[in-house]
């Protein structure tokens, strides 16, 4: 048997039978920030890293594929419909990189999937607010991402190789917001993360496609928010999140006139 049909088809198996959780979004506090008429705009930055369990086929053993780390970078724009619901939508890069160090084993498939490029990444949401008093809230956070990655050149990899993978990613976050002194607040809870998407892969010739499909996953989140500034207000939300298939760091600087 040929080594890059071999790779393709263990590659393959990767993608559509394994437990796949490539990302999170950055998700800021579970409750409408914005009040009616108000814009507000945001940059984000978002770190995550986890392993991934690759099944085995056609003489590839089954492997973790340990170090999927993620980038992503938004510019996030935002409305408040009234003083209880705020949309939102972003535009950014996203980017993959699978540490090939921590994937020595030639035949981890994590060892020819290496760097990709920053590509294209869109996503929409909103807040709602279903409670509120003067130091607690209680509301929803529910987001949509969509991203395209390329080209996954890792050292190994078979002449040719290359991975281009379509992802949609949601989240749906429940939790409290406490403001628990002058200009700090913090805020959590549990969430729902669910991947779908497909990837197309080519290498000597060889090329397919094939559907990504994830069950949900649970996690929690907590994260913090400083007033940096009263007017405009300005806001830094530093937070973290985590399932059992990774975690996820982020920052966000939000700007409300």
């Given at each position: 048997?040929?080594?890059?049909?071999?790779?393709?088809?263990?590659?393959?198996?990767?993608?559509?039978?394994?437990?796949?959780?490539?990302?999170?979004?950055?998700?800021?506090?579970?409750?409408?920030?914005?009040?009616?008429?108000?814009?507000?705009?945001?940059?984000?930055?978002?770190?995550?890293?986890?392993?991934?369990?690759?099944?085995?086929?056609?003489?590839?053993?089954?492997?973790?594929?340990?170090?999927?780390?993620?980038?992503?970078?938004?510019?996030?724009?935002?409305?408040?419909?009234?003083?209880?619901?705020?949309?939102f939508a972003r535009l950014g890069v996203t980017n993959t990189d699978i540490d090939q160090g921590a994937n020595a084993n030639p035949l981890?498939?994590?060892?020819?999937?290496?760097?990709s490029d920053f590509d294209l990444s869109i996503g929409a949401g909103t807040r709602v607010t279903f409670f509120e008093s003067d130091d607690v809230s209680l509301g929803l956070l529910a987001q949509i991402s969509f991203a395209e990655i390329d080209s996954f050149d890792g050292n190994n990899a078979p002449p040719n190789f290359s991975t281009r993978l379509r992802i949609t990613e949601i989240q749906i976050a429940l939790g409290p917001t406490w403001n628990c002194a002058e200009g700090l607040s913090i805020y959590g809870g549990p969430f729902l993360h669910l991947i779908d998407g497909n990837a197309e892969m080519a290498a000597g010739g060889f090329q397919a496609s094939i559907g990504i499909e994830q069950?949900?996953?649970?996690?929690?989140?907590?994260?913090?928010?400083?007033?940096?500034?009263?007017?405009?207000?300005?806001?830094?939300?530093?937070?973290?999140?985590?399932?059992?298939?990774?975690?996820?760091?982020?920052?966000?600087l939000a700007i409300a006139y």
């Open positions: 048997m040929r080594k890059t049909p071999l790779i393709m088809a263990a590659t393959m198996l990767l993608l559509s039978c394994s437990n796949l959780a490539l990302g999170f979004d950055p998700m800021g506090p579970p409750k409408a920030m914005l009040s009616q008429g108000q814009p507000g705009w945001r940059i984000e930055y978002l770190y995550s890293t986890m392993n991934v369990e690759a099944g085995g086929a056609f003489g590839v053993p089954a492997a973790t594929i340990k170090d999927v780390k993620m980038n992503k970078i938004y510019a996030n724009v935002g409305y408040g419909l009234n003083d209880r619901w705020e949309v981890n498939l994590g060892s020819f999937m290496g760097n069950d949900a996953i649970f996690g929690g989140y907590i994260g913090a928010g400083i007033r940096l500034f009263e007017s405009p207000n300005i806001t830094c939300n530093i937070e973290f999140q985590g399932t059992g298939a990774g975690y996820a760091a982020a920052i966000q």
